[in-house]
């Protein structure tokens, strides 16, 4: 045996919780503590295996390091087959890394040092609520286990991260080690609730549980590693206790009896590891010889020891003391069976190397199968498919569909295994340091008249990452990857080639500086070809400034919303991006201001002009000016002629007289006529007060401000040849003596049509079927996309804040908080005079995103978070999302999302909340205490997601939501709720009943049928469903065929 402690091997003197060896033996990971996150090192074994590979400058002995955790490394391990290696951390994520191609050398945030390989995190796994202490793949690689201090066992399928196939939570305690049966029936966890349980992976139930060797046992361990022989015959836990001294417990398979256990350690056991490789010997009976096979196990403690075990013998074949300054963390053999790592919290690892006299001969891979057939009537080394471990398939469809996944499990792992193989062998290239790869060898320079250089500059494109490549053995030092003096000046000197041929090619090119006439119309920037940004008239921006100064001087009004309270001078209309047609047209107005003092005018014309008092009430202006700095540039509308105290009271008199018989009069006008806005009056109050609120609307909606010239581009309709329409507003246009208002649309910068319009338009939107503008005498124009007016203009109780189409649709939302959609298609009123009141009821509330649907379902979102839609049919508003909703930050769906939709899928409910609802966090709080409590919030969550986009009859979004909330409800063994959505989707069996139900065969503009197709694979997923799966199956089956004799 050889033992060497490499002390280049550390985490810059900070722990290491976590080490495991490649399955090619060419390198080794450890997990630990970095500078101010977790780290995992990616290390060569070269250098560990031979004296002169450590001396040799050549061989790297870093070949990747990773500082992505958030919080310190607890456990690595590679998967079996080396593609992919895990990683869990104190940040409650697994990260799974996968080695990629790349064609330069990269460093590690913070560190001088260079990566060799470049590994990469394919996948983070999500689900965990405390600290993930400890990983292991199933012998098949199909699942990934991880346990943690939530008191759980996550089980992920590594073929489709980052699903969940089940949660594992009968522990009440910390779970610090999880192992694998190499059988694949069972799995083994141990926890710090002094038990030991063994789980079924037919069903994920609980097995058996193990209490009586650790009744006397402490949580004094970080962890509690157990392992699980590779005969399947023995687990061995971690910490146990013997007559108050600890022990390693062994379990026998057979009945699960804890009658044997190894002795010898004077601190409690924190890890065991078996060697992967089962062992034989020869045994002489008489003239008889037979062979015994054995296994090999190395146990670490707290006492700084590790202790090398041989199942036959009875008595510890090695045992090395003080060989670590603190307590021994993790354990790893390497797959030829003869080498061994550990490591420690005080930042060292140790080597250990046997030979095959000391621990013996190995079986073959054959050998090991059969001897697992001939013990338990199968093995998982002959098959890379999951398991079912006996469960009886009931139904030959069921048999059908499980045999249809098991050919697509494969041609995935086929396509993986394609990617993960070089199709070109591996070039070593040279890189040199701070310099690109793929430098252009050629640059462009020109020399003004004055003499001066410019550089064209050149792009030069990144280079690509390629995910999948198998990790291929790490050469050693006599292999051509680590060159020698010779090879490497050789190198040194054609890469200097390579660049030295740059500046010899460089072309000079002399050219006249030109007059500004001749400066391409495409260099000038954006914004000074936009109309938007052109300057106001000299007049109308004194009188903005003037009105601003004012403003200014003026007290705020705490009823009063702060952003209402400001001016803005500029304010961009709405422009479309995208499709006209294949997205809801959104508009964010969170930046949008009260208009200047002639918009403001106007508007309050408007709001006394649709008041249905008929009666005029004088009153003497209140004074609302504090200080008046310049009274010379304060333009008053009409003179303040001081009144004496008697006369103020007489005209409250009769103006309050006057008030109420207008309320009356309204109110009876109210009986025979459409309903019309509420006023109010309480009280005696003054009269100026009593004016203000009778004149003032209950919501006020900043009014964009009238723009001189605005243009709207709308993108052509999909397999259309023709090009773009630029929609060209301009105001003020003066023709003989007469001030109109154009309306242009044209091709490719020519007019193709022109309107003109009585009024100054404001806003300006539309999409391949309609162009709608509003105008400040508040009208709504609308014409086709050829320029013809398609109804008279449309005149509404106050001026239009935000103008919106979609599809047919047309949303158009007043100043005053009035909500309007027409279906200009059919020529009607889908919506008509909504009021916004309900739903922004409070102070400093406004609009920050509205849209309406491809269906014309309006839907607004407000500054508090919350997210709303108008239901015609309900003739209601409904809460779609709020801000802080705890059902979306305790929501745990995020693995039960469909993996090729997750990031594709897009509608109305993502553009009015974003991506960060779906995203969702994990539980916090009683949450994690509580699983059930978890469960059903998470299932109401995504109830209100699947009704939310089935509000928005938002097609793509509601059939993500319904494969989420179907993947969930299988995962959690909810028949109840899934029978609930099959006979939903289903409908009713005879058509009589259909009839008397009202059932419709489409949601969403979906069919229930395909609907129902699709869900019940995923039903069937689980055999555990068989029978709900095989019940509706047969009833699709027969109704689609009765509609097809029926048709």
């Not at 996550?154 to 939570?169: C, D, G, H, R, T």
């Not at 962890?223 to 687990?235: E, F, H, K, M, Q």
Request: aromatic share 6%; glycine share 6%.
């Amino acid at each position: 045996m050889k033992l060497l402690k490499p002390t280049w091997v550390n985490h810059d003197d900070k722990p290491i919780f976590g080490i495991d060896i490649h399955p090619d033996g060419s390198r080794f990971a450890t997990g630990g503590q970095g500078e101010d996150s977790g780290r995992v090192i990616i290390w060569n074994m070269a250098p560990v295996r031979k004296e002169e590979d450590e001396k040799n400058e050549n061989v790297p002995k870093i070949l990747c390091e990773m500082d992505n955790h958030l919080a310190c490394v607890n456990c690595v391990r590679w998967s079996n087959n080396g593609y992919y290696l895990a990683s869990g951390a104190d940040d409650r994520l697994v990260m799974v890394w996968q080695m990629i191609s790349y064609g330069g050398a990269s460093r590690a945030f913070g560190s001088g040092k260079s990566n060799i390989e470049q590994w990469k995190c394919a996948h983070t796994l999500r689900s965990h609520t405390g600290d993930v202490l400890d990983l292991a793949w199933s012998p098949h690689d199909a699942w990934l286990a991880s346990c943690s201090i939530d008191n759980t066992i996550v089980i992920w399928n590594a073929l489709k991260f980052p699903e969940v196939i089940s949660v594992l939570s009968g522990h009440s305690g910390l779970v610090k080690g999880v192992t694998w049966d190499p059988v694949g029936k069972y799995i083994a966890s141990q926890s710090d609730d002094k038990s030991l349980r063994i789980w079924r992976t037919m069903d994920w139930k609980e097995e058996t549980s193990i209490f009586k060797p650790f009744e006397e046992c402490g949580g004094t361990t970080h962890i509690l590693r157990l392992s699980w022989s590779p005969d399947g015959a023995y687990v061995v836990s971690a910490h146990a206790m013997n007559n108050r001294g600890p022990t390693a417990q062994i379990i026998d398979r057979d009945g699960w009896k804890a009658n044997m256990d190894f002795v010898g350690h004077r601190k409690a056991v924190t890890c065991v590891r078996f060697n992967s490789n089962i062992f034989t010997r020869q045994i002489k009976k008489g003239n008889h010889t037979r062979h015994q096979p054995y296994t090999c196990c190395a146990i670490g403690s707290r006492d700084r020891t590790v202790s090398i075990w041989l199942t036959a013998l009875k008595r510890p074949l090695v045992v090395v003391h003080d060989v670590f300054n603190n307590s021994i963390m993790d354990l790893a053999w390497s797959q030829s069976g003869d080498e061994l790592l550990a490591c420690s919290v005080d930042g060292t690892i140790c080597y250990f190397q046997f030979s095959c006299e000391e621990v013996g001969n190995q079986l073959t891979n054959d050998e090991k199968v059969n001897l697992h057939e001939k013990v338990y009537g199968k093995s998982l080394l002959s098959s890379g498919s999951a398991n079912l471990a006996g469960r009886i398939i009931e139904n030959p469809d069921m048999l059908k569909l499980q045999q249809q996944q098991k050919e697509l499990r494969e041609k995935q792992a086929a396509k993986l295994k394609r990617m993960a193989t070089p199709t070109k062998p591996v070039v070593q290239v040279p890189v040199v340091e701070g310099q690109p790869l793929d430098v252009k060898s050629q640059q462009i320079e020109t020399r003004t008249a004055d003499g001066r250089r410019r550089i064209t500059p050149l792009y030069i494109a990144p280079q690509q990452a390629t995910f999948g490549v198998a990790p291929k053995p790490f050469p050693s030092a006599s292999q051509s990857l680590f060159t020698s003096p010779t090879s490497a000046s050789q190198q040194g000197q054609t890469t200097s080639n390579v660049f030295s041929e740059g500046p010899s090619k460089v072309t000079v090119k002399t050219e006249a500086m030109e007059g500004v006439t001749n400066i391409d119309s495409n260099s000038v920037p954006i914004s000074a070809l936009d109309s938007r940004f052109t300057q106001k008239p000299a007049s109308e921006a004194r009188l903005s400034e003037k009105a601003k100064q004012a403003d200014d001087a003026r007290p705020p009004d705490p009823a009063k919303p702060a952003s209402e309270a400001r001016l803005t001078e500029k304010v961009s209309s709405p422009v479309a991006e995208g499709s006209g047609a294949s997205q809801p047209a959104v508009t964010n107005i969170a930046a949008m201001a009260s208009a200047a003092a002639a918009a403001a005018c106007a508007e309050a014309a408007a709001a006394a002009a649709s008041t249905t008092l008929t009666s005029t009430v004088t009153a003497p202006p209140r004074t609302t000016l504090s200080t008046t700095p310049k009274r010379k540039d304060i333009i008053p509308d009409k003179a303040v002629i001081k009144k004496p105290r008697r006369e103020y009271r007489t005209q409250a008199r009769i103006a309050a007289a006057a008030a109420a018989a207008a309320a009356a009069a309204a109110a009876a006008n109210a009986a025979s006529t459409a309903p019309a806005a509420t006023v109010t009056v309480a009280g005696t109050a003054g009269v100026s007060e009593a004016t203000s609120r009778l004149s003032k609307p209950s919501i006020k909606i900043p009014i964009p401000p009238t723009p001189k010239n605005t243009e709207f581009k709308i993108p052509q309709r999909s397999g259309s040849n023709e090009p773009e329409l630029v929609v060209e507003l301009e105001n003020n246009v003066t023709v003989g003596g007469t001030t109109v208002h154009k309306l242009r649309g044209s091709r490719d910068s020519e007019m193709v049509w022109e309107a003109v319009l009585t009024s100054r338009g404001i806003i300006v939107t539309g999409n391949s079927f309609v162009v709608c503008v509003s105008c400040e005498n508040q009208t709504v124009n609308m014409f086709s996309v050829g320029g013809r007016r398609l109804v008279p203009a449309c005149l509404l109780p106050s001026v239009v804040s935000i103008l919106q189409c979609s599809s047919r649709y047309a949303m158009a939302i007043t100043s005053m908080g009035m909500l309007y959609v027409w279906d200009l298609k059919q020529m009607r009123a889908v919506v008509r005079r909504e009021s916004l009141l309900p739903i922004m009821k409070g102070v400093d509330l406004n609009i920050t995103n509205s849209l309406i649907t491809e269906q014309g379902v309006p839907a607004v979102s407000l500054s508090n978070g919350r997210s709303y839609s108008y239901s015609s049919s309900m003739s209601c508003w409904m809460l779609l999302s709020q801000q802080g909703d705890i059902l979306s930050q305790c929501s745990d769906h995020q693995s039960c999302q469909p993996s090729q939709d997750a990031l594709r899928v897009s509608g109305p409910l993502t553009m009015l909340h974003g991506q960060s609802l779906r995203a969702g966090r994990q539980s916090r709080g009683v949450f994690q205490a509580n699983l059930s409590l978890k469960q059903a919030s998470t299932m109401s969550y995504l109830e209100n997601q699947l009704s939310a986009a089935q509000a928005l009859k938002s097609a793509k979004e509601y059939r993500f939501w319904l494969l989420t909330y179907v993947r969930y409800l299988v995962q959690e063994e909810q028949e109840v709720r899934l029978r609930d959505i099959c006979g939903e989707l289903l409908g009713p069996f005879y058509r009589e009943d259909a009839k008397e139900s009202l059932w419709q065969p489409t949601e969403t503009g979906l069919s229930k049928h395909d609907l129902l197709e699709e869900i019940l694979p995923v039903i069937g997923s689980n055999l555990k469903m068989q029978r709900l799966y095989a019940e509706y199956q047969e009833e699709l089956k027969i109704l689609k065929e009765k509609t097809s004799w029926l048709d």
